[in-house]
């Protein structure tokens, strides 16, 4: 696993390990008599991982809103690398934060490889005439989408279903598909929303390693998730939020160990524990996946 912190290169352009991506002071969204956020502090830094957990209804989605232009907080202020943001999604993409959904929103009748062109258009300079006229710059920057898009498809696993309609994609593979449409924004800071929900453990295990790779490409990640093993294996750092406010944060060990988190939302641990099981069933099906490929390795040669 990628989880050596030491000998991870910083992509070229990625700002320096341990600068300030995200910065958001004293957020409060509220709605009519509900106050969905409450006064949160959160910091992102270059190079990290952080998550975000807590209770349904706890506020965590409201929260990336607030983050990303859909809501404007009722107070506070968000700042991504030194500069306010403006209040509008597709100027906070432009500056550099992309994201996920909860709820998956592709475009289920076009192709994977559209969804992840649609991606693109923030940094896409061919104006509209460009695009009228079809001129050889409109050409250009077409070719260099396409490629862009399909390098991010092959970097999410998913490359041979480039020509497939998003709609026909298993669950797993539309989250995954969500990401590189997010990852063609070209961000700096990537906010995923229960990247896990509906996968099953490999699959889970296939997206822990995604993140990494993301991380290590200079992205800086903020993700939110209810899986505690992939939250707790992931994240340099935990924030949590019950009832709006944010009652803890700090690395796996000390967020775990918290009393409050305990009683609040993760429960005390049980005796056997269940997650041992899950591990167990993911080696397992990792070892015959390997075994099988070894069998077949000499055929491989020949299909090339
Ligand atoms: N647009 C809205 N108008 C009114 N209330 C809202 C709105 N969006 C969210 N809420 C309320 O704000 C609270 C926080 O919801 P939110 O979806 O942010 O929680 P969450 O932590 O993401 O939960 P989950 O883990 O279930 O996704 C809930 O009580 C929800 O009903
Ligand atoms: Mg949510």
Known sequence: MTTDTTTRDTAPGA??????????????????????VNNVDLTVNSGEIVGLIGPNGAGK????????????PTEGEVRYKDR???AKSFKVTAAGIARTFQNIR????????????????????????????RGPGFHRAEKASRERAEELLEFVGL??????????L???EQRKLEIARALASEPGL?????????????????????????RDKGIAVLVIEHDMRFIFNLCDRVAVLVQGQ????????????????????LGEPLENDPGAAEAAEVEAAEAAQADASSDTSAGKENDR
């Open 84 to 86: 306010v943001l403006p």
């Open 106 to 133: 592709l475009f289920s009748n076009m192709t994977v490889l559209e969804n992840v062109l649609v991606g693109r258009h923030t940094r896409t300079k061919e104006g509209f005439w460009s695009a009228v006229l």
């Open 159 to 168: 490359a041979s279903k480039a020509d497939h309609l998003a709609r026909n």
């Open 170 to 172: 298993p669950y797993g």
């Open 246 to 265: 944010k009652l803890v944060e700090g690395d796996s060990a000390t967020v775990q160990g918290d009393e409050r988190v305990i009683a609040a939302y």
């Open 15 to 36: 700002p320096a390990p341990g600068t300030t991506v995200l910065d958001a002071r004293g957020v409060t969204m509220r709605f009519g008599g509900l106050t969905a």
């Open 61 to 72: 989605t409201t929260f990336f809103n607030c983050l990303t232009g859909l809501y404007i």
């Open 190 to 214: 990537l906010l995923l929303d229960e990247p896990t929900a509906g996968m099953n453990p490999q699959e889970t295990r296939a997206t822990e390693e995604l993140v990494f790779a993301i």
